[in-house]
């Protein structure tokens, strides 16, 4: 990455968004635009990466996330201006899915948040990124899309649409510079996923994870799956058979 780079995170609170701004810090990118819903956090990341790389512009921008309008204006506001080298879209949330199936207010708000709003702004950014043939959009799903299962299917779903949406942006910007790359989690340390951790659940680190998002992104790879173990977990569970799938309690 060029030190005269831009780079902008979505949900850039997120555990793992801000840990990869922490590692791209250390090439002193020219600009890093951190968007988010909650001012105080913004602040305090804001401060933090300042500190870290104080020869970078740090701008911060609090928005609704599940207003396509203001996703949009938003887009064009920073793509404005000059090129955009990443977008990390990370924002997203674990709903608790006997909730989302008794009420569905809840179930909608889980898959508009880890759903729908991400590829919006995806969507968004390349219709302007497009212009410029350069730069990567990195879009974070989840192992959790690759097969819909009893105890996560409202995220994992929601992921889902992730994948295929961004599967569809990779193939219509095949042949040109703009990368649309995917990136699939594992279950990771982070505050999202602590209840998790509670109940004795092996998780990645959250450092870890990151590298891999910030090395999948800059070698351009299509899916990064993160740790890299988790692409042979997912594919065979994807390949399972039906009557020994339903016979798992996962």
């Not at 201006?81 to 009420?103: E, F, M, N, S, Y």
């Amino acid at each position: 990455m060029s030190k005269n780079s831009r780079i902008a995170l979505i949900g850039a609170t997120s555990s793992m968004a801000e840990h990869c701004a922490r590692i791209w810090a250390q090439s002193m990118p020219e600009e890093m635009i951190l968007v988010g819903r909650d001012q105080v956090r913004l602040d305090a990341m804001a401060g933090d990466l300042k500190v870290r790389t104080p020869g970078t512009a740090i701008r911060v921008i609090v928005m609704d996330f599940s207003n396509a309008q203001a996703i949009s204006a938003l887009a064009q506001d920073i793509c404005g201006a000059r090129p955009l080298d990443i977008v990390l879209i990370a924002h997203g949330t674990l709903p608790d899915q006997k909730l989302c199936q008794q009420d569905l207010a809840a179930n909608e708000a889980g898959l508009l948040v880890n759903g729908v709003s991400p590829v919006l702004f995806a969507e968004a950014f390349a219709s302007r990124m497009e212009k410029q043939d350069s730069g990567a959009i990195a879009v974070i799903g989840s192992v959790a899309g690759d097969r819909g299962r009893k105890s996560n299917y409202v995220y994992g779903s929601a992921k889902g649409l992730v994948t295929r949406y961004v599967q569809g942006m990779q193939h219509r910007f095949a042949a040109t510079g703009l990368k649309v790359v995917l990136i699939k989690p594992g279950p990771t340390d982070t505050p999202m996923t602590s209840g998790f951790k509670q109940k004795g659940a092996r998780l990645a680190s959250v450092e870890e994870v990151s590298k891999s998002i910030v090395q999948g992104i800059a070698s351009g790879k299509d899916v990064v799956y993160a740790p890299g173990k988790w692409a042979l977990i997912m594919m065979i569970i994807r390949h399972l058979p039906k009557f020994v799938f339903n016979k798992m309690d996962i």
